[in-house]
């Protein structure tokens, strides 16, 4: 059940006032749901995270990373993913 749960996780961000769709590994996302971290920095290829860190400091990785999302948002997405 977990394992269906984690394949269906899409994490939802901002650009430009369109809504797009990033694909988000097994692996990435029980690392999300584990962290005690306040953001995800990452980079994204073909909507698909190739690069991110956890981090609580945004100034240390903003020139590394394209977008960021606070994690607690992404908890309360996959919470309210349908079975």
Request: glycine share 0%.
């Amino acid at each position: 059940m977990l394992r269906k749960i984690h394949q269906a996780l899409l994490l939802t961000i901002t650009k430009n006032k369109n809504m797009d769709a990033i694909k988000l590994k097994p692996a990435a996302a029980k690392k999300i749901l584990n962290t005690k971290k306040a953001f995800i920095c990452f980079n994204t290829q073909n909507n698909i995270i190739n690069e991110y860190i956890l981090t609580d400091d945004l100034i240390r990785h903003k020139n590394k990373f394209t977008f960021f999302k606070v994690i607690s948002c992404i908890k309360k997405e996959f919470l309210t993913i349908k079975k």
